[in-house]
Structure formats: C-alpha cells, structure tokens
C-alpha cells in the first residue's frame, strides 16, 4: 500500500511595487495632485505639497514621480543633519526627525534651483514646528489636497491587485469584499496579498468563506459591511473597469 504522496509546497512569490505613473489611478479626490505633478516646472518656487489623511496614494505619488525623474526619495523620520543637494522627495515631512534638517533642505533647494516633493497629513502651513524661518518657509508652500479615494477608485485598486496577482475573483465576491475592508489602498493592497496567499495553499479560489476566514483578524475588516453574508449588495457595488 502506497502512503499518501508528499505535500506540495506552495510559493507566494512576492510582488514588486510599481511606481509607474500609468499605475495610479486617476479620481476626482487626486486629479488636481496629478495635474500639479505634470507640471514641475510651474510649481511655485520650486516646491509642492501633497497633503491628506493616510491610505489616500500620497506616498505611491512620491515614488512614481522620484522613479520617472530619478529624484531621490527622503523619509521625515530619518531626516537629520545637512542634506545632499539634488531634486528630492520627502515623504512624512511632518514627521522630520529635524526641524533644522528639513530647514537646511527648503534652503538649498531653492538656491541650487532643484524641485522638491513634500507629503504629509496636514497642509503644511499647519505642521508644529518650532523655528520660526522653516514655518515661514512652510507657509510659502504651495499645497494641494488628496482627499479620500472614491468608491469607484476602491474598487478599481482592487480589482488591479488581484490582477497584478493574476487572481481571478469573481465581481461578486470582490463587492462582498470592497464593503467590509477598510477605505484605503494600502489595507486593500494587503488583503489582496492574503488572499492570494491562501488560495494557492488551499488550491481553490477566493470565495467569500475563504475571505471570512483569512482576514477575520484583519484589522478594520467587516466595520463597513453588514455581517450577514446573505445581504443583497446594490447594483451600483459591481466592480467597474479600470479608471
């Protein structure tokens, strides 16, 4: 009698992040952030803000312009001492690590004449900062706002990271899905990525039991959405076409 045969080993090859401007999808709560993007050139001084709650594509923005431009990308936490002269992104700039780093970077920006990206949670005409000259300089900055994605977007990045995944859900499913995870691309990006990973362990496709039990412990997962299974979703919850 032959013993059952050895288990096969399922690997979720990672998937590489693209900063690709084609990759951010365009809606009206960031049409004006990329409008401002495609044109560098007419930023007032040299400088532009993007601003807006967490999840909402800022970061994403920052890395497909810095990878479309070769500019270097800056993280406020780890800003400190002198910065090295070049165009640049600096993402959570009201998180610097120095308020006289960010200073000494506004400072040969402008001289040198070299474009620079920020982003933070707030304009940053309201980031609490202490030295008076860098909130001068912050006052100064143009700012623009990303608001939150719209219900169109969610379900679009969805749908695309299931596709970059080469993940075929049904539409159903991926509306049962889009009215219980939480409202960023971010949160949407990492259930795509379990469930991907639990359908090549399980062999089978993503069904709303396999949803129900791989991200039960998913923080912020059902908040948006009834708990009854069996609830009719809304036409208008079907996923569209890419924007």
């Not at 006052?139 to 080469?166: C, M, W």
């Given at each position: 009698?032959?013993?059952?045969?050895?288990?096969?080993?399922?690997?979720?090859?990672?998937?590489?992040?693209?900063?690709?401007?084609?990759?951010?999808?365009?809606?009206?709560?960031?049409?004006?952030?990329?409008?401002?993007?495609?044109?560098?050139?007419?930023?007032?001084?040299?400088?532009?803000?993007?601003?807006?709650?967490?999840?909402?594509?800022?970061?994403?923005?920052?890395?497909?312009?810095?990878?479309?431009?070769?500019?270097?990308?800056?993280?406020?936490?780890?800003?400190?001492?002198?910065?090295?002269?070049?165009?640049?992104?600096?993402?959570?700039?009201?998180?610097?690590?120095?308020?006289?780093?960010?200073?000494?970077?506004?400072?040969?920006?402008?001289?040198?004449?070299?474009?620079?990206?920020?982003?933070?949670?707030?304009?940053?005409?309201?980031?609490?900062?202490?030295?008076?000259?860098?909130?001068?300089?912050?006052?100064?900055?143009?700012?623009?706002?990303?608001?939150?994605?719209?219900?169109?977007?969610?379900?679009?990045?969805?749908?695309?990271?299931f596709a970059d995944r080469q993940l075929r859900v049904a539409p159903e499913v991926q509306a049962w899905l889009l009215a219980r995870l939480p409202r960023e691309g971010g949160a949407l990006a990492e259930a795509a990525a379990r469930l991907d990973r639990a359908a090549l362990a399980a062999g089978g496709a993503v069904?709303?039991?396999?949803?129900?039990?791989?991200?039960?412990?998913?923080?912020?997962?059902?908040?948006?959405?009834?708990?009854?299974?069996?609830?009719?979703?809304?036409?208008?919850?079907?996923?569209?076409?890419?924007?």
């Amino acid at each position: 009698m032959h013993g059952p045969g050895p288990r096969q080993l399922t690997l979720a090859l990672p998937i590489e992040a693209s900063f690709a401007r084609e990759d951010v999808l365009e809606d009206e709560s960031n049409a004006a952030a990329l409008a401002w993007l495609d044109r560098v050139t007419d930023w007032p001084q040299g400088r532009l803000a993007l601003w807006g709650p967490p999840g909402v594509g800022k970061t994403h923005m920052l890395h497909s312009l810095a990878a479309a431009r070769g500019w270097r990308v800056l993280q406020g936490p780890a800003l400190r001492g002198l910065p090295e002269p070049g165009p640049a992104v600096l993402d959570d700039a009201d998180c610097v690590a120095e308020e006289r780093a960010l200073l000494h970077l506004l400072n040969l920006c402008a001289e040198r004449g070299d474009p620079l990206l920020l982003a933070g949670r707030a304009p940053p005409a309201r980031w609490p900062v202490a030295l008076p000259d860098l909130a001068s300089r912050l006052r100064a900055t143009h700012a623009v706002e990303i608001g939150r994605p719209s219900e169109a977007l969610l379900a679009a990045l969805l749908a695309k990271y299931f596709a970059d995944r080469q993940l075929r859900v049904a539409p159903e499913v991926q509306a049962w899905l889009l009215a219980r995870l939480p409202r960023e691309g971010g949160a949407l990006a990492e259930a795509a990525a379990r469930l991907d990973r639990a359908a090549l362990a399980a062999g089978g496709a993503v069904t709303r039991a396999l949803a129900r039990e791989v991200l039960r412990d998913f923080e912020g997962f059902a908040a948006a959405g009834s708990a009854e299974d069996s609830a009719s979703l809304p036409e208008s919850a079907a996923t569209p076409t890419l924007l």
